[in-house]
């Protein structure tokens, strides 16, 4: 896959943890908030998950770790 510049990676993580509070929301219900493609937020999910930023639930639910 392409590469993307860096403040467009920087752009989604904001966007992310924006839409992300300390109670759980479930991850599709993220995807069709944004609005991105999810071949796009799989990554940056991702990345936020192993800095530490958020957390990943059972269930497919996400809280932002503040």
């Known amino acids: 896959p392409p590469r993307r510049p860096l ?3 920087a752009a989604v ?3 992310i943890l ?3 509070g300390p109670s759980p ?8 908030d944004l ?3 999810p071949a796009m937020l799989s990554p940056a999910l991702i990345s936020l998950e192993l800095e530490g930023r ?3 639930q059972s269930g497919g639910l996400l809280s932002r770790v503040d």
């Open 54 to 56: 958020i957390l990943r």
């Open 13 to 15: 993580h904001s966007q």
């Open 35 to 37: 609005a991105l493609p």
């Open 18 to 20: 924006a839409r992300l």
């Open 25 to 32: 929301l479930a991850e599709d219900q993220l995807i069709r």
């Open 7 to 9: 403040a467009d990676i």
